[in-house]
C-alpha cells in the first residue's frame, strides 16, 4: 500500500522536474520538502466487533495542514482525516488486525505509523442460580434466575445427563414418574446468541418410602441340631419376608410365618433375623438369639499292653458301657496316628525305641461327633555293653599303635569301635577289628586317646579309659662356621664349614640373600651370588637341614663395590602454546640407562628413551620438569624451567540474534571465523549462560537455536568462548526480546460435503500454528466434547469421529471429517477447538445441519412397468451422495426360487437422481429368454456408508412383476 503512495509521490516528482527544466533553461531555486514529525498510535475502544483508536497529532515545520490516511490489513477505511481517531467496525471476535496510519503534507511527503490489537472474546452469559421449588416421592419441581438479565437466552434441562427440554424460555420445570428415595442430578445449561453457554447443577433426592408396620419374633421346638422360628405378620399389606441365620441369607420371598433352622451344631449360639419387605423395597427387621442343646459322649472304654519286648507291645481297648453303641477308635502311639477301628480290638505297635517310656492314646467318637480320649503309658525293655581294656604300644617319632580287648552287646548285635581325642575329636569311626595306627605325629610330644564302642543302636556305648604315650624325637644338625669370599660390584662369594648328624645322616644346605631363596641343594661349600646391585647392602643365609627337617641356621651380611654418578643434560627444541619438545643426554657409557620423566611432580613416562612431547598443556604456563636417570643400580637427576607461549588476542567479533519463533532463537557468531582465521573452533569450546542458567552450547558451533522460550519475555545471554585448554578467549553478551505466542489460524471455514440419516461428511481445513507448533484438538457437538474414534454402543445414541490418521487427538492431515452414529431427522451443531503448545485456543466455525429421516422407515420402492423393453424402475427417497453408499444388491426370485444366494451387485454409480430421489434401471428381459412365462419377484437391499462407520441398511418389500 505504501509502496503504491510513494510511486505516486515520485512520478510527480519526476513530471515537475521535467517541466521546470523545459523553461528557458533558468535554474529555479530549490524547494524545501518539510515532512511530518513523528507521532503516536494508543488503543481507545475495544470490544469483540469493533475498536476505537487515536494517535497523537503529526506536526510539520513550518506549521502547514497534515491529513491522515488509514488503513486495516493493507485495505484503505478512511482518507484525508483531519480528526485524531478512527473506529473499526463489524471485526471478527478474538483476530488479532495489523494497522497503519500515514501522516501526509501538503508537500507530498509522508509518515507511516503502525499499530496492531487483538479484539476481545463475544459476551459470555451471566452466572445460573438454579433452586429447589418441591420434591414428593415421584416428582421434583425447581426454578432458576441468571444474573445478566440484559441477554436473551435459551435453557436445556438434563436429568443424569440424559436431555428431557431444549430451547427454554421458561424460569421452572418439573420432572415426573421419579423413583422415591433417589438421588438425582439436575444440569441446567444457558446458551446466549453467541453460543456461548453457561452451566449450573443441583442434586436432590426424592422423599422416602413408609417403611412395613411392626411385628413379633419368637423360637420353639430347639434340639442339639435344629430349632424353628415364628413371627407376627400384617393382613392389610403386601409383604414378603426373608430369614438370615448368622447374617447369611437361608431363605427369601417368603409368604408363611415360620421357617425351621437344621443341620445345626450343638452348644452353639445362633442369631436369626427376618426382614418383611413392603412393595416399595422398605425393610423393618428383627432378631432373636437361641443356642443349641448339648448331644450325648460315647461309653466308657480301658486300654492295657502286653507282649512288651524291646522294640513292640501289643495294645488292647475293651468298652465298659453299652455294646450295642456303635464306636469308631482311633489309635495314636507317641502322638503319631497308626489306625482306625470299629469296637472292641487290639494294635501291634513296632519299630519301639529300647528303654523309653511310650504313651498310647485312644479316641472313641459315636454318631453325634461326641470324642472320648483315653491314655496308657508303658516302657520297652533295654540294651547294655560290657567294658574293655585299651593299650598302647611301639611308639615312634611320628607313629604309635593302639590295641584293646573286645566288647559284646545284650541283644547280641555287631560291635564296632570309634577312635577319639580327649578334646572330642574322632580319629577313626566305624573299626571291626581291635587294634588301629596313629601316624603323622609330632616328635617328642605327649599324647592321649579312648576308644568307644558302639551297638547297632548309636545311642548304646562302652567307653574305655583314656591312655597316653610321648613320642622319640629327630638328630638336630651340628653348627658350622659362614665366610665371605670375593667381592666385586655385581657379584658377591661366601664359604662354610660341614655341618654333621650324631648318627652320620645325610645333610643338604639352602641359601638365601636378603630372605629370598638362591638354592635348596647346594653343592660343595661356597655359592656365589651375581647380577647384584654395585653400592648395595645385603644379608646372606645358610641353613643346614636333614631328611628329618631338623635344621641349624647361620648369616653374614655385606655390601657391594660401587661406581661414579653420571651427569645429565636438559634440551628444549621446540615450544608452543601446547607443546614442548625435551631431549635429554647422559655422560659415561650410557647405552643400558633408563630414565623416569616428571613434570609438576607426576610421573609422565618411564623406559630407555631420551625425548619426549609434551602436549595438551595450558597456554602461557611454566611447568617443571625433571628427568630422573638409573645406571647398574645408581640413579642422577636433572630439573628445568619450561614456559609454553601465549595465545594471540581475538580480534571483536559480533552476535546476532533473529527470532523464528516467540519460543525460537537463532544466535551467530557472524564473523567470528572471518576475523580470527587462525582459531581452530573445533578444538575451543563455547560456554553460554540465558538468565543466569547454563546452555549445553558444544564445541565449534557458531550458529544455535535457542528452543523453549516464554513470549514477550526479554532475555541475556552470556558466551564465553575458550581455547582448548580451558583459558578465556573471548566474550560477549547480548539482550534480546522475544515476539507475543500467537494464537492458532484456520485454514477456512468447515465445510458440508454431504449428510445422510446418521452422518454428517466434512471437508477438513485445519488450523495451523503460527510458530510452527503441533495442534491438538477438541471436538463439539451439540456443545459437547467428544472423543475421536470411539466405538458406539448397539444403539446408534453415540456419536463417533473419524478423522483420517488421528493420534492422540493430534491431527496434521487434511483427510474429510465423518460424524457417524447420528440420530435421524435431528438438528445438530459442529465445531473444532485448536490448541497450540502454549495453551492458546481458536475455535473454528460453527456448522449446523440437521440429519435425514430414517432410512428404515421411509424407504419405499414402487414398481414402474413398461412391458415393452422389460424394464422395471424403482424409486426411494436420497439418503446421502451416491458415494455414502456401500453396496446395493437386486434379489431376484424366479418362480419362488432366490437366484443367486446374496443377489446381484449393482454399483453406485449406475444410481439416477431426480430431486430429492434416486432411481435405478433394472433389465429383467434375460431371465423370460429362458422361461418366458416365469413369475418374476425383486426385492433391493442397501448399505450405507464405509466400513469404518456405523453401516444404515434398508431393504424393500418385495415387489412382483406382472405383465
Given at each position: 500500500?505504501?509502496?503504491?503512495?510513494?510511486?505516486?509521490?515520485?512520478?510527480?516528482?519526476?513530471?515537475?522536474?521535467?517541466?521546470?527544466?523545459?523553461?528557458?533553461?533558468?535554474?529555479?531555486?530549490?524547494?524545501?520538502?518539510?515532512?511530518?514529525?513523528?507521532?503516536?498510535?494508543?488503543?481507545?475502544?475495544l470490544?469483540?466487533?469493533?475498536?476505537?483508536?487515536?494517535?497523537?497529532?503529526?506536526?510539520?515545520?513550518?506549521?502547514?495542514?497534515?491529513?491522515?490516511?488509514?488503513?486495516?490489513?493493507?485495505?484503505?477505511?478512511?482518507?484525508?482525516?483531519?480528526?485524531?481517531?478512527?473506529?473499526?467496525?463489524?471485526?471478527?471476535?478474538?483476530?488479532?488486525?495489523?494497522i497503519?496510519?500515514?501522516?501526509?503534507?501538503?508537500?507530498?511527503?509522508?509518515?507511516?505509523?503502525?499499530?496492531?490489537?487483538?479484539?476481545?472474546?463475544?459476551?459470555?452469559?451471566?452466572?445460573?442460580?438454579?433452586?429447589?421449588?418441591?420434591?414428593?416421592?415421584?416428582?421434583?419441581?425447581?426454578?432458576?434466575?441468571?444474573?445478566?438479565?440484559?441477554?436473551?437466552?435459551?435453557?436445556?434441562?438434563?436429568?443424569?445427563?440424559?436431555?428431557?427440554?431444549?430451547?427454554?424460555?421458561?424460569?421452572?420445570?418439573?420432572?415426573?414418574?421419579?423413583?422415591?428415595?433417589?438421588?438425582?442430578?439436575i444440569?441446567?445449561?444457558?446458551?446466549?446468541e453467541?453460543?456461548?453457554?453457561?452451566?449450573?447443577?443441583?442434586?436432590?433426592?426424592?422423599?422416602?418410602?413408609?417403611e412395613?408396620?411392626?411385628?413379633?419374633?419368637?423360637?420353639?421346638?430347639?434340639?442339639?441340631?435344629?430349632?424353628?422360628?415364628?413371627?407376627?405378620?400384617?393382613?392389610?399389606?403386601?409383604?414378603?419376608?426373608?430369614?438370615?441365620?448368622?447374617?447369611?441369607?437361608?431363605?427369601?420371598?417368603?409368604?408363611?410365618?415360620?421357617?425351621e433352622?437344621?443341620?445345626?451344631?450343638?452348644?452353639?449360639?445362633?442369631?436369626?433375623?427376618?426382614?418383611?419387605?413392603?412393595?416399595?423395597?422398605?425393610?423393618?427387621?428383627?432378631?432373636?438369639?437361641?443356642?443349641?442343646?448339648?448331644?450325648?459322649?460315647?461309653?466308657?472304654f480301658?486300654?492295657?499292653?502286653?507282649?512288651i519286648?524291646?522294640?513292640?507291645?501289643?495294645?488292647?481297648?475293651?468298652?465298659?458301657?453299652?455294646?450295642?453303641?456303635?464306636?469308631?477308635?482311633?489309635?495314636?502311639?507317641?502322638?503319631?496316628?497308626?489306625?482306625?477301628?470299629?469296637?472292641?480290638?487290639?494294635?501291634?505297635?513296632?519299630?519301639?525305641?529300647?528303654?523309653?517310656?511310650?504313651?498310647?492314646?485312644?479316641?472313641?467318637?459315636?454318631?453325634?461327633?461326641?470324642?472320648?480320649?483315653?491314655?496308657?503309658?508303658?516302657?520297652?525293655?533295654?540294651?547294655?555293653?560290657?567294658?574293655?581294656?585299651?593299650?598302647?604300644?611301639d611308639?615312634?617319632?611320628?607313629?604309635?599303635?593302639?590295641?584293646?580287648?573286645?566288647?559284646?552287646?545284650?541283644?547280641?548285635?555287631?560291635?564296632?569301635?570309634?577312635?577319639?581325642?580327649?578334646?572330642?575329636?574322632?580319629?577313626?569311626?566305624?573299626?571291626?577289628?581291635?587294634?588301629?595306627?596313629?601316624?603323622?605325629?609330632?616328635?617328642?610330644?605327649?599324647?592321649?586317646?579312648?576308644?568307644?564302642?558302639?551297638?547297632n543302636?548309636?545311642?548304646?556305648?562302652?567307653?574305655?579309659?583314656?591312655?597316653?604315650?610321648?613320642?622319640?624325637?629327630?638328630?638336630?644338625?651340628?653348627?658350622?662356621?659362614?665366610?665371605?669370599?670375593?667381592?666385586?660390584k655385581?657379584?658377591?662369594?661366601?664359604?662354610?664349614?660341614?655341618?654333621?648328624?650324631?648318627?652320620?645322616?645325610?645333610?643338604?644346605?639352602?641359601?638365601?640373600?636378603?630372605?629370598?631363596?638362591?638354592?635348596?641343594?647346594?653343592?660343595?661349600?661356597?655359592?656365589?651370588?651375581?647380577?647384584?646391585d654395585?653400592?648395595?647392602?645385603?644379608?646372606?643365609?645358610?641353613?643346614?637341614?636333614?631328611?628329618?627337617?631338623?635344621?641349624?641356621?647361620?648369616?653374614?651380611?655385606?655390601t657391594?663395590?660401587?661406581?661414579?654418578?653420571?651427569?645429565?643434560?636438559?634440551?628444549?627444541?621446540?615450544?608452543?602454546?601446547?607443546?614442548?619438545?625435551?631431549?635429554?643426554?647422559?655422560?659415561?657409557?650410557?647405552?643400558?640407562?633408563?630414565?623416569?620423566?616428571?613434570?609438576?611432580?607426576?610421573?609422565?613416562?618411564?623406559?630407555?628413551?631420551?625425548?619426549?612431547?609434551?602436549?595438551?598443556?595450558?597456554?602461557?604456563?611454566?611447568y617443571?620438569?625433571?628427568?630422573?636417570?638409573?645406571?647398574?643400580?645408581?640413579?642422577?637427576?636433572?630439573?628445568?624451567?619450561i614456559?609454553?607461549?601465549?595465545?594471540?588476542?581475538?580480534?571483536?567479533?559480533?552476535?546476532?540474534?533473529?527470532?523464528?519463533?516467540?519460543?525460537?532463537?537463532?544466535?551467530?557468531?557472524?564473523?567470528?571465523?572471518?576475523?580470527?582465521?587462525?582459531?581452530?573452533?573445533?578444538?575451543?569450546?563455547?560456554?553460554?549462560?540465558?538468565n543466569?542458567?547454563?546452555?549445553?552450547?558444544?564445541?565449534?558451533?557458531?550458529?544455535?537455536?535457542?528452543?523453549?522460550?516464554?513470549?514477550?519475555?526479554?532475555?541475556?545471554?552470556?558466551?564465553?568462548?575458550?581455547?582448548?585448554?580451558?583459558?578465556?578467549?573471548?566474550?560477549?553478551?547480548?539482550?534480546?526480546?522475544?515476539?507475543?505466542?500467537?494464537?492458532?489460524?484456520?485454514?477456512?471455514?468447515?465445510?458440508i460435503?454431504?449428510?445422510?440419516?446418521?452422518f454428517?461428511?466434512?471437508e477438513?481445513?485445519?488450523?495451523?500454528?503460527?510458530?510452527?507448533?503441533?495442534?491438538?484438538?477438541?471436538?463439539?457437538?451439540n456443545?459437547?466434547?467428544?472423543?475421536?474414534?470411539?466405538?458406539?454402543?448397539s444403539?446408534?445414541?453415540?456419536?463417533?469421529?473419524?478423522?483420517?490418521?488421528?493420534?492422540?487427538r493430534?491431527?496434521?492431515?487434511?483427510?474429510?471429517?465423518?460424524?457417524?452414529?447420528?440420530?435421524?431427522?435431528?438438528?445438530?451443531?459442529?465445531?473444532?477447538?485448536?490448541?497450540?503448545?502454549?495453551?492458546?485456543?481458536?475455535?473454528?466455525?460453527?456448522?449446523?445441519?440437521?440429519?435425514?429421516?430414517?432410512?428404515?422407515?421411509?424407504?419405499?420402492?414402487?414398481?414402474?412397468?413398461?412391458?415393452?423393453?422389460?424394464?422395471?424402475?424403482?424409486?426411494?427417497?436420497?439418503?446421502?451422495?451416491?458415494?455414502?453408499?456401500?453396496?446395493?444388491?437386486?434379489?431376484?426370485?424366479?418362480?419362488?426360487?432366490?437366484?443367486?444366494g446374496?443377489?446381484?451387485?449393482?454399483?453406485?454409480?449406475?444410481?439416477?437422481?431426480?430431486?430429492?430421489?434416486?432411481?435405478?434401471?433394472?433389465?429383467?428381459?434375460?431371465?423370460?429368454?429362458?422361461?418366458?412365462?416365469?413369475?418374476?419377484?425383486?426385492?433391493?437391499?442397501?448399505?450405507?456408508?464405509d466400513?469404518?462407520?456405523?453401516?444404515?441398511?434398508?431393504?424393500?418389500?418385495?415387489?412382483v412383476?406382472?405383465?
Amino acid at each position: 500500500m505504501r509502496v503504491k503512495v510513494m510511486f505516486v509521490w515520485l512520478m510527480a516528482m519526476v513530471i515537475g522536474l521535467i517541466l521546470s527544466c523545459s523553461k528557458d533553461d533558468v535554474s529555479p531555486e530549490p524547494e524545501v520538502k518539510l515532512s511530518p514529525l513523528n507521532f503516536d498510535i494508543s488503543k481507545k475502544d475495544l470490544g469483540h466487533d469493533f475498536s476505537e483508536i487515536q494517535w497523537t497529532p503529526s506536526f510539520i515545520l513550518d506549521k502547514s495542514k497534515v491529513v491522515y490516511d488509514v488503513y486495516i490489513e493493507e485495505e484503505l477505511k478512511g482518507k484525508d482525516l483531519e480528526t485524531l481517531s478512527y473506529r473499526f467496525e463489524d471485526l471478527k471476535a478474538l483476530t488479532t488486525y495489523n494497522i497503519e496510519v500515514i501522516a501526509k503534507s501538503i508537500y507530498k511527503t509522508q509518515l507511516v505509523a503502525s499499530y496492531s490489537f487483538t479484539t476481545q472474546d463475544t459476551p459470555s452469559p451471566g452466572t445460573i442460580v438454579l433452586k429447589k421449588k418441591d420434591v414428593s416421592t415421584d416428582k421434583i419441581s425447581i426454578s432458576w434466575e441468571n444474573s445478566n438479565s440484559t441477554q436473551k437466552l435459551k435453557y436445556a434441562i438434563y436429568l443424569d445427563d440424559v436431555l428431557k427440554a431444549e430451547n427454554l424460555d421458561v424460569t421452572t420445570y418439573t420432572f415426573s414418574d421419579l423413583e422415591g428415595e433417589k438421588v438425582y442430578k439436575i444440569k441446567l445449561v444457558a446458551k446466549n446468541e453467541f453460543d456461548k453457554t453457561v452451566e449450573s447443577t443441583l442434586v436432590l433426592k426424592t422423599n422416602e418410602y413408609v417403611e412395613p408396620s411392626d411385628f413379633t419374633l419368637k423360637e420353639n421346638d430347639l434340639s442339639f441340631n435344629s430349632a424353628k422360628i415364628k413371627w407376627t405378620g400384617s393382613e392389610s399389606e403386601k409383604l414378603t419376608y426373608t430369614v438370615l441365620l448368622d447374617g447369611a441369607e437361608k431363605a427369601k420371598d417368603l409368604t408363611v410365618l415360620e421357617y425351621e433352622f437344621t443341620e445345626l451344631k450343638e452348644k452353639t449360639p445362633y442369631t436369626a433375623s427376618v426382614k418383611a419387605i413392603n412393595e416399595h423395597g422398605k425393610i423393618k427387621q428383627k432378631q432373636i438369639s437361641f443356642t443349641t442343646l448339648e448331644a450325648g459322649g460315647p461309653a466308657d472304654f480301658k486300654i492295657s499292653a502286653e507282649n512288651i519286648t524291646i522294640t513292640t507291645a501289643l495294645i488292647r481297648w475293651k468298652t465298659a458301657g453299652d455294646k450295642s453303641e456303635k464306636l469308631n477308635y482311633k489309635i495314636y502311639v507317641n502322638d503319631d496316628f497308626k489306625a482306625d477301628a470299629q469296637g472292641d480290638g487290639q494294635y501291634l505297635a513296632t519299630k519301639l525305641e529300647h528303654g523309653k517310656v511310650h504313651t498310647v492314646k485312644i479316641e472313641a467318637k459315636n454318631s453325634h461327633e461326641k470324642i472320648l480320649t483315653k491314655k496308657f503309658k508303658f516302657t520297652t525293655e533295654t540294651i547294655s555293653m560290657s567294658d574293655f581294656n585299651l593299650n598302647s604300644w611301639d611308639v615312634k617319632p611320628t607313629s604309635a599303635v593302639l590295641t584293646w580287648t573286645k566288647s559284646v552287646a545284650t541283644d547280641g548285635s555287631k560291635v564296632t569301635y570309634d577312635v577319639y581325642h580327649p578334646n572330642g575329636a574322632r580319629v577313626k569311626g566305624g573299626l571291626e577289628e581291635t587294634e588301629y595306627q596313629l601316624t603323622n605325629l609330632t616328635p617328642g610330644k605327649s599324647f592321649t586317646y579312648r576308644v568307644e564302642a558302639v551297638s547297632n543302636d548309636p545311642n548304646i556305648r562302652s567307653v574305655s579309659k583314656t591312655v597316653t604315650f610321648k613320642t622319640t624325637n629327630h638328630e638336630i644338625p651340628g653348627d658350622f662356621e659362614l665366610n665371605l669370599g670375593e667381592m666385586k660390584k655385581t657379584e658377591a662369594r661366601i664359604n662354610w664349614t660341614n655341618s654333621e648328624l650324631p648318627s652320620g645322616g645325610k645333610i643338604v644346605y639352602e641359601v638365601y640373600l636378603d630372605n629370598d631363596p638362591y638354592s635348596y641343594d647346594a653343592s660343595g661349600n661356597a655359592f656365589v651370588f651375581k647380577n647384584l646391585d654395585a653400592g648395595t647392602p645385603h644379608t646372606a643365609k645358610v641353613i643346614a637341614k636333614s631328611t628329618n627337617n631338623t635344621k641349624n641356621v647361620q648369616t653374614i651380611s655385606f655390601t657391594t663395590n660401587t661406581e661414579p654418578v653420571p651427569e645429565l643434560t636438559l634440551n628444549i627444541v621446540k615450544r608452543e602454546t601446547r607443546l614442548v619438545e625435551l631431549t635429554w643426554s647422559s655422560s659415561g657409557t650410557p647405552s643400558s640407562d633408563r630414565y623416569e620423566l616428571f613434570l609438576d611432580g607426576k610421573t609422565v613416562k618411564s623406559g630407555a628413551f631420551k625425548t619426549h612431547t609434551f602436549k595438551d598443556l595450558k597456554s602461557s604456563t611454566t611447568y617443571k620438569v625433571k628427568v630422573i636417570g638409573t645406571r647398574n643400580g645408581k640413579s642422577y637427576e636433572k630439573e628445568v624451567d619450561i614456559t609454553t607461549k601465549a595465545y594471540a588476542a581475538a580480534v571483536d567479533w559480533t552476535i546476532e540474534v533473529s527470532h523464528a519463533t516467540f519460543n525460537n532463537v537463532q544466535v551467530n557468531l557472524a564473523d567470528f571465523k572471518t576475523k580470527n582465521p587462525n582459531y581452530d573452533l573445533s578444538h575451543m569450546t563455547f560456554e553460554a549462560i540465558l538468565n543466569g542458567e547454563g546452555l549445553n552450547w558444544g564445541k565449534g558451533i557458531t550458529s544455535k537455536n535457542l528452543t523453549l522460550l516464554k513470549a514477550e519475555t526479554t532475555y541475556n545471554l552470556n558466551l564465553k568462548i575458550k581455547h582448548a585448554d580451558g583459558s578465556l578467549a573471548s566474550e560477549k553478551s547480548i539482550s534480546f526480546t522475544t515476539p507475543a505466542d500467537k494464537a492458532p489460524v484456520w485454514k477456512g471455514d468447515l465445510k458440508i460435503k454431504q449428510t445422510g440419516f446418521s452422518f454428517l461428511e466434512l471437508e477438513n481445513n485445519f488450523a495451523t500454528d503460527p510458530e510452527g507448533g503441533s495442534l491438538k484438538y477438541r471436538y463439539y457437538v451439540n456443545g459437547v466434547m467428544k472423543n475421536p474414534n470411539t466405538s458406539a454402543s448397539s444403539a446408534p445414541k453415540q456419536v463417533r469421529l473419524k478423522l483420517g490418521l488421528l493420534e492422540r487427538r493430534v491431527n496434521s492431515n487434511n483427510k474429510p471429517i465423518l460424524l457417524s452414529h447420528l440420530i435421524s431427522n435431528k438438528e445438530y451443531t459442529f465445531y473444532i477447538i485448536a490448541i497450540d503448545p502454549s495453551g492458546k485456543e481458536t475455535k473454528s466455525n460453527v456448522v449446523k445441519f440437521t440429519t435425514g429421516p430414517d432410512a428404515k422407515k421411509v424407504f419405499e420402492v414402487r414398481a414402474a412397468i413398461d412391458p415393452s423393453v422389460k424394464h422395471v424402475g424403482p424409486y426411494w427417497m436420497k439418503m446421502g451422495e451416491k458415494a455414502s453408499i456401500k453396496e446395493i444388491r437386486v434379489k431376484w426370485v424366479i418362480d419362488g426360487k432366490l437366484l443367486g444366494g446374496r443377489g446381484e451387485s449393482v454399483h453406485p454409480s449406475k444410481l439416477v437422481e431426480k430431486g430429492n430421489q434416486h432411481s435405478l434401471d433394472l433389465d429383467y428381459s434375460h431371465f423370460l429368454k429362458v422361461k418366458p412365462e416365469a413369475k418374476i419377484s425383486f426385492s433391493i437391499s442397501i448399505e450405507w456408508i464405509d466400513k469404518e462407520a456405523f453401516i444404515g441398511k434398508s431393504e424393500s418389500n418385495t415387489i412382483v412383476i406382472t405383465e
